[in-house]
């Protein structure tokens, strides 16, 4: 007679079958319920090949505008991305992308991400009913959500997903870095000044705590692109951002400066790199992804 049970874990996800796979039974003192829930979140991850969290020590460095033109420079190179905003309490990717008025839909397999082109997008944003709310969340309902968008959204077959997570040490990213468990590693968005700079110290501790793979230290707004002539003129202390990366012994990806043209595509839901294509600012955004493109050769791989 059939062992019910055993068929059950005849499959470890809807992806494989293989024996050594953490799906296919259950882990000590997981409950039947809580085992097919991280069931269905191995399944979904085991389709997206790489997995990149985006941080920052503090607010105001512009992280999601590196987020959303990291997603889109490696769309643009050819890849199959996903976006997904776990800032729970102030979701800017929908604005970013002009993607405010979209509101999420669902089938059979979950919930469907709105697609921007080649890109999908997930926000919470996309599930308020009022772009003004506020979302007053603890620590457990804000990981419940995170644990939502990864398991029951329907990403499907991904090269990568980019996340964007809320700055700081807090929920969000802990949240990600527990639930997913084999980050590709992660990417740290600074600006050049000390005070945001020295923040960056925060995060690479908080990765290597974790033992997430830091893949580099992004310097944002490291001087000011001039819209008339193009000259890049230092407004702050240069090299912050590069002088952490080499004191904590991680890759320096590189310096985005300040351009105008940046904070003009945000503001009207355009994606800068796509729209600005042949800027210098967005050749240098370029050039950061390719240590990102090279791990589909596994060179970056911890």
């Known amino acids: 007679m059939n062992d019910p049970n055993k068929e059950k874990t005849k499959s470890a996800c809807d992806t494989c079958s293989s024996s050594t ?3 296919a039974k259950p882990q000590a003192g997981e409950n039947q319920k809580e085992f097919e829930e991280r069931r269905q979140l191995l399944s979904r991850l085991c389709h997206i090949r790489h997995k990149i969290i985006v941080l920052s020590g503090k607010g105001g460095v512009g992280k999601s505008t590196v987020a959303v033109n990291l997603a889109a420079a490696l769309m643009l190179a050819g890849k199959s991305v996903g976006l997904l905003d776990v800032d729970i309490h102030g979701p800017s990717i929908p604005t970013m992308l002009g993607l405010e008025d979209e509101i999420i839909q669902k089938d059979d397999d979950g919930m469907i991400p709105i697609e921007l082109g080649d890109l999908k997008v997930m926000s919470i944003g996309f599930m308020l009913r009022n772009p003004d709310d506020a979302i007053i969340w603890r620590g457990p309902l804000k990981m419940g959500i995170i644990k939502q968008f990864l ?10 997903l980019i996340i964007d997570s809320p700055p700081g040490t807090g929920d969000e990213p802990l949240s990600v870095c527990q639930l997913i468990g ?26 290597r705590h974790l033992q997430v793979n830091i893949l580099g230290v ?74 990102i493109l090279g791990l589909d050769s596994d060179n970056l791989k911890p």
């Not at 003009?264 to 992804?289: C, L, N, W």
Request: charged content about 20%; aromatic content about 8%; hydrophobic content about 35%.
């Open 218 to 291: 992004v310097e944002n707004m490291s001087g000011f692109v001039c819209p008339k002539c193009g000259e890049v003129t230092p407004i702050f202390s240069t090299g912050g951002g590069k002088q952490i990366a080499e004191s904590m012994h991680v890759p320096f990806l590189g310096s985005i400066p300040t351009d105008p043209k940046i904070g003009q595509a945000s503001d009207s839901g355009q994606v800068f790199i796509h729209k600005y294509t042949e800027s210098p600012t967005a050749e240098i955004m370029r050039q950061i992804i390719k240590p």
């Open 182 to 207: 084999d980050l590709d590693g992660a990417i740290v968005v600074t600006t050049p000044q000390k005070v945001a700079a020295v923040d960056v110290r925060k995060s690479i501790t908080f990765c």
């Open 21 to 23: 796979c953490s799906a």
């Open 151 to 160: 398991k029951d959204v329907s990403w499907g077959e991904l090269d990568y």
